[in-house]
């Protein structure tokens, strides 16, 4: 920062820099002390002042070994990418109640004399080197510009996806049943209809997806990018397995838009509870089979792994495996103990908490409690499935039992319909009937 200075132009605030890496890890945190330097205090209107250069590397895997992620502002020679994440704009955090306020209005003028094509979030891309948007809206900023097409079917748009009509018919098709699975379950209209966008990354081995919403960014190389979905020169799907990560993502409206977790808990609600409700969605939309195998996924990864207590972990310790893996599980053993219904239920309590409120052990137990469920209730599934020390080896019985049911299920069945194929073929035999 080269200032910050008040509304009018006539002084400079004095400021304080320092860094919390446990705050955001992209960028420096700063506060306008009293004159005493006892508290902080934040005018009302200032002006902030930045003057810096991006470094344009050309070997990245040598300038960080984390490779390409959200929170890095990328320039892959063609596109510069930026999501909130890297406080590519001034973020204002809430001390108190652990809250980074990212959502803005904006009136704001983008001029890029080497680009084609221009998006921010929260408006349509325009075509030429300079764009003036604006929302009224407050909504998490995403900039991308440089080198790209974009194309709009009905009301979604597609920023260098580089699909045909068809293609995004099928995706927009797609999201039309997972968004009308979530809103049937969680009472909660969508809010805007999402925007795809593609772009490399600055890395040669990252993959993967964000949302920013109402953007749902597919960052990946060539040979994975969404064309790659489709089988090629046609407008069918090779599988269904990116349908299940467009279902976490797209999750990511009601937990990571709607409801902002921070504290303790907060991956175990952000990204958590957003696979458990990807899970539930890949149930309903792709069908048991799919379902069973990402529950097997779940086993399979969490087999060798100590997780600690939901009810003392700290958000700094929660790892992949915890909040992508064990946490799913953990709420599938709670389904099983109290019922989907009920699971639902808390779910929509959840979302309709203070904006404000601290997710952390405490909110996770009294919004089960306000939900509907029972003390009693809640205590039998902390004492088996939080507070035990065979926590997991309990959460791992509670789901294969329920997997086993199933595939005992599916075993009968087909028998059944094996002796059906036989009897009918006898009785034709015996009638002379021919297929």
Known sequence: MRYFRDAE????????????????SEAFQYYFPHKDNKGRFLPEKFKINYIGKFPVINDTLKANNRGDWKGNIAFNGKNIR????????????????????????????????DCESIYLNGSSPIKGKFANFKSDKPISMMLFAGLFNFAKNKNTYFINTELNSEQENVLGNWTDKIVSFY???????YGNPVTYLYSKPISKTNSWMFVTYPTIAIISQE???????????????????????????????YF?????????LGWVFLEGVTEYLALQTVKEVLGEDTYQ????TYLKKTKDYIP??????????????????????????????????????????????????????????????????????????EEKYILSEKAKENVNKTVKLKHR???RTTARTAVWQYCGIRLNLKLASYLKISY
């Open 9 to 24: 132009d006539k002084f400079n605030y004095r400021n304080r820099k320092y860094y919390n890496d446990k705050k955001s």
């Open 82 to 113: 930026a999501s909130e994440q890297t406080a590519w704009y001034p973020i204002l955090y809430d001390i108190e109640n652990d809250v980074a306020i990212n959502k803005v209005t904006y009136d704001i003028k983008i001029n890029c004399i």
């Open 183 to 189: 809103e049937n379950k969680l009472k909660i209209p």
């Open 223 to 253: 040979k994975y990018n969404v064309q790659s979905y489709f089988i090629p020169k046609t407008n069918v799907l090779k599988d269904n397995s990116n349908i299940e990560y467009f279902a976490h993502e797209l999750g990511h409206y």
């Open 256 to 264: 990571g838009t709607i409801l902002v977790p921070n504290s303790e």
């Open 293 to 296: 195998k990402k529950i097997d």
């Open 308 to 381: 600690k207590s939901l009810a003392t972990i700290k958000n700094s310790e929660i790892d992949e495996t915890y909040k992508y893996y064990y946490v799913p599980l953990l709420i599938t053993s709670l389904e099983k103990e109290i019922g989907k219904e009920k699971v639902w239920n808390w779910l929509r309590t959840v979302l309709k908490s203070e904006k404000l409120i601290k997710t952390d052990y405490e909110f996770f137990k009294s919004s089960l409690i306000k939900s509907g469920i029972k003390e009693s209730e809640f205590k039998n599934f």
């Open 405 to 407: 049911k199933r595939l």
